[in-house]
């Protein structure tokens, strides 16, 4: 299936995933993830992008972001990718491309599905068997959103603002949040939703962003169309 044309509404959650190459390794070993979200720091306050959660695994990375300038996002992706790149082949005495084309991205409906993405991404190193707990992994937003720690890439949604009145409250409602992880239909729907590019949300939201872009973000019938 081909994918749509990216869009990008400003004020509109999008989830994202970056691969590497034929799923080799973009992260070798902390000093990568390090440098890679120092990058993704300094280009999402430039392009003007809120990063709300995100986990870098050692040959992916997942992020939930809002864009609130036009093009933001890719700007953002491109020129993070761009520096990484560089600094990889540099690092490790290697040439050619690190990442599986471009990155994919799909548009969220924040009411219902923001927090699922929340606990989607930040429970990945968990489904992956990589640890027991989400806290146990430094390389995701677990770090900010669960336990409190201070980052100047992380900007809160305000969903998830709203889980309590203090930061003490929100840091207990998140963990208990992230205490079940996605449940298996909806784990199929966000993979779906992301590969194939489309929205993740219901018809009132595809179709009010259809109606702003003028561009199609849900699946078409396959096969021909009939003749009557």
Request: proline share 4%; net charge positive; charged share 25%.
């Amino acid at each position: 299936m081909a994918r749509f044309n990216r869009i990008a509404p400003v004020g509109v959650t999008e989830h994202i995933l970056y691969r590497g190459n034929n799923r080799q390794d973009c992260f070798v070993d902390d000093n990568d993830m390090k440098t890679y979200l120092s990058w993704l720091t300094e280009y999402s306050v430039k392009y003007k992008v809120d990063v709300h959660a995100w986990v870098l695994m050692s040959n992916h990375l997942h992020l939930l972001c809002t864009p609130q300038a036009p093009e933001a996002i890719s700007k953002m992706m491109q020129s993070v990718g761009r520096m990484y790149v560089r600094y990889f082949n540099n690092t490790y005495k290697r040439s050619g491309t690190l990442w599986e084309g471009r990155y994919k991205s799909c548009l969220i409906e924040s009411e219902a599905y923001l927090l699922e993405l929340y606990r989607y991404i930040e429970l990945n190193p968990v489904r992956s068997g990589i640890v027991d707990e989400p806290s146990e992994y430094s390389w995701s937003s677990y770090q900010c959103n669960g336990l409190g720690k201070r980052s100047q890439l992380q900007s809160p949604h305000e969903l998830y603002k709203a889980l309590g009145r203090s930061k003490k409250k929100r840091l207990e409602s998140y963990q208990l949040l992230l205490d079940i992880d996605v449940e298996e239909e909806l784990l199929d729907d966000i993979r779906k939703s992301i590969n194939k590019g489309v929205a993740l949300g219901n018809a009132r939201f595809t179709s009010k962003i259809e109606k702003l872009t003028g561009k199609r973000v849900t699946p078409g019938q396959r096969g021909r169309p009939r003749i009557n």
